[in-house]
């Protein structure tokens, strides 16, 4: 079998669950020494049992500047280098425009943005010529969708800095994209609130409408991610890819069902 990511270093925030978690296995399947950053310890530890391979979990917040750096200088006295950063974390809350508040739109923003442009600030210094850096973004960058305005702000605005931060990674050798999925089946909906009712009729909507026929599987994104984290995208700079059954090119129903 060949490791596509053998003696490669990978950082991936939000790496405890979903996407992240899905992308940790495969990183680790395929050869990395997988890093991921969780919210709290049991967090941290109880994914480590779920990845197959070498990794380890640290503890930190994307949306707090003091413990992103302190989260970097770890790793850069460890490990001196990263030869991948996956900046995944994120939050998609569910807020009707007039009841967004300053706390709420910091607060998404913070996460998402914030979060994705200092963790890339903070291990510019450890990438070098080969590495690549992935923000997740969201195919709803491009699209509106009532109850979802800042997030899907926030996901317009990280695909612009992969664009802007080419140049800056360019200079070390490295390089950024951007991965963009559609409706996957994870935690994220469900923790912000939304009910199973509404989410079974959601899933239900995409089955009907979507080219793919259903909603994706955090493995599939995963698989996406591998093909950016490795030498095959060696040519893509500040580029975007759309793992999104279709959604972001035949569009959808812009109202959560009830």
Request: charged share 20%; aromatic share 6%.
């Amino acid at each position: 079998m060949e490791f596509r990511l053998k003696n490669k270093i990978a950082f991936i925030t939000g790496g405890n669950s979903g996407i992240g978690l899905a992308t940790a296995q495969e990183f680790a399947k395929q050869g990395a020494k997988v890093l991921i950053l969780a919210r709290s310890k049991e967090k941290a530890d109880q994914a480590l049992l779920q990845i197959d391979g070498d990794a380890e979990g640290y503890v930190g917040d994307v949306s707090d500047l003091d413990s992103i750096r302190d989260v970097c200088a770890q790793i850069a006295t460890k490990h001196k280098r990263l030869d991948i950063v996956v900046a995944n974390a994120g939050i998609a809350p569910m807020t009707p425009f007039g009841q967004v508040t300053e706390t709420s739109f910091d607060e998404i923003f913070d996460v998402n943005v914030k979060g994705s442009f200092f963790t890339v600030q903070n291990t510019l210094d450890l990438l070098g010529k080969g590495s690549s850096v992935i923000l997740i973004s969201s195919c709803l960058n491009e699209m509106g969708m009532e109850g979802f305005s800042l997030y899907n702000a926030s996901k317009a605005a990280i695909r612009s800095l992969a664009r802007s931060l080419t140049p800056d990674l360019a200079a070390k050798g490295a390089r950024i994209n951007v991965l963009s999925p559609g409706p996957i089946h994870t935690p994220a909906l469900s923790n912000v609130g939304i009910s199973e009712a509404q989410i079974a009729a959601l899933h239900a909507t995409f089955s009907t409408i979507l080219p793919a026929g259903r909603v994706g599987q955090p493995e599939e994104i995963a698989k996406a991610a591998l093909f950016l984290a490795s030498d095959d995208s060696s040519f893509m700079l500040g580029s975007e890819i759309q793992a999104d059954g279709g959604m972001n090119q035949t569009r959808w129903p812009n109202q959560i069902p009830s």
